[in-house]
């Protein structure tokens, strides 16, 4: 499986990220061949190689003549990828796209999707980057993409509707889930169209994949920033060959002293159903010398707030404490015996030498032995045996 990682140490764009995705392909006469499909003309396609405060990578402008320059609403948008005839994977990241701006789009203007008058994202540069981008991802073979932290930027910068902030308003919006450092870097480092393509490429934000580096795109911007070089970079691998069942999750604890212990049974079950993967509870002795409990609960990172719900909406808890541990686990499957008592699912752990040790299933051996066909003891040694065969 091909991982994309989006390194946006200087932020992202539409131009940037074709860029870097050309840079990484070297695809560069698929995508020409690719463009000529487009039923848009008056533009030239400018690939050369340049340099950033001293780092080499691709540079991309879209040239556009005068009398190409106008802005279009989303359905001529629509209308025009679809009357092409692109890849369908490539049409259908590139219309996503488009749809995912002129929804933050028509949010942050007050008024609806159809209505939204595209400007500088409409006109045919844009369209031609974004393309591009969608092209070139699919070429890269990657389902999904990964991103780093994104920088803000600092002040403002020019817009159809004069000054605005940076990052602009629709950029939020697309990317309000994703980790910002607000106030890093001069000007606008995030574009609404280098934003739409990140959703597009249903980019994650989490903590970066462990992956063996196979190649590296770098794709340049037009501005000369202070004291860093303008530069995307698109890191492109494969799963790394880590060591089995090794990952990472947040232990999640609290100090309870004030809460009837009858409670704790569905907190439990609320926690496990919030996607926990352990919940402990262990008795302990708190301030002013009361017995109490320590709730020590595992789940993964992206579970923290749900769990967190769950545990302050049925305990007494005013507060959480939560650290990332790593953790090494064996790889396991579940398999299937067919004994003389019934089906029996077996939990089959693969040891670091490279043998298998088999546990039944204690919910189906409780429900043989519940039925009076046989012991603990017997259920196991007939697993085992079957097991083997």
Same mark, same amino acid.
């Given at each position: ?330 790889? #396991?499957? %579940?398999? $299937?015996? @067919?004994?003389?008592?019934?089906? =029996? *699912?077996?939990?089959? +752990? /693969? ?5 298998? #040790?088999? %546990?039944? $299933?204690? @919910?189906?051996?409780?429900?043989? =032995? *519940?039925?009076?066909? +046989? /012991? ?14």
């Amino acid at each position: 499986m091909t991982l994309l990682y989006f390194d946006c140490f200087s932020g992202i764009a539409g131009d940037m990220a074709t860029a870097a995705l050309l840079s990484l392909t070297g695809a560069e006469k698929e995508l020409r061949k690719a463009l000529k499909i487009l039923p848009i003309s008056g533009y030239r396609l400018i690939v050369e190689r340049g340099r950033s405060c001293g780092m080499a990578g691709t540079r991309v402008h879209v040239n556009v003549s005068a009398g190409a320059k106008h802005a279009r609403h989303l359905p001529d948008i629509v209308a025009l990828l679809s009357s092409s005839s692109l890849p369908p994977e490539t049409l259908a990241r590139a219309i996503r796209c488009f749809e995912l701006l002129g929804a933050a789009e028509a949010k942050v203007h007050g008024t609806t999707i159809d209505k939204v008058h595209f400007h500088e994202v409409g006109a045919v540069d844009a369209v031609v980057d974004v393309v591009s981008g969608c092209f070139l991802f699919e070429l890269a073979g990657a389902k999904a993409a990964h991103c780093s932290p994104l920088p803000g930027g600092s002040g403002e910068a020019w817009s159809e509707h004069g000054k605005i902030p940076v990052p602009a308003p629709a950029t939020l919006e697309l990317l309000s889930g994703a980790p910002w450092r607000f106030g890093e870097g001069e000007g606008e480092l995030v574009t609404p169209t280098g934003a739409a393509l990140l959703c597009a490429f249903d980019a994650s934000f989490g903590r970066p994949p462990e992956m063996t580096a196979r190649g590296v795109g770098i794709g340049l911007g037009h501005r000369e920033l202070p004291g860093r070089p303008n530069m995307l970079r698109v890191v492109s691998g494969e799963p790394a060959g880590k060591a089995p069942g090794r990952d990472r999750v947040l232990e999640i604890e609290a100090n309870i002293d004030d809460m009837s212990p009858q409670r704790f049974e569905l907190l439990i079950e609320r926690s496990l159903d919030a996607g926990a993967l352990d919940v402990a509870v262990l008795p302990a002795t708190m301030k002013k010398n009361r017995p109490g409990w320590v709730l020590r609960i595992l789940a993964p990172e992206e579970r923290l707030e749900i769990v967190s719900a769950a545990v302050f909406s049925l305990s007494t808890a005013i507060g959480l404490r939560y650290h990332a541990c790593d953790r090494l686990k064996l790889d #396991r499957a %579940v398999g $299937e015996v @067919e004994t003389r008592f019934g089906r =029996v *699912r077996v939990k089959e +752990a /693969t040891l670091p030498d490279g043998s298998v #040790r088999p %546990v039944p $299933e204690y @919910e189906d051996v409780k429900r043989i =032995v *519940r039925g009076g066909a +046989a /012991t603990f003891d017997e259920v196991a040694v007939e697993v085992a045996r079957k097991w083997r065969r």
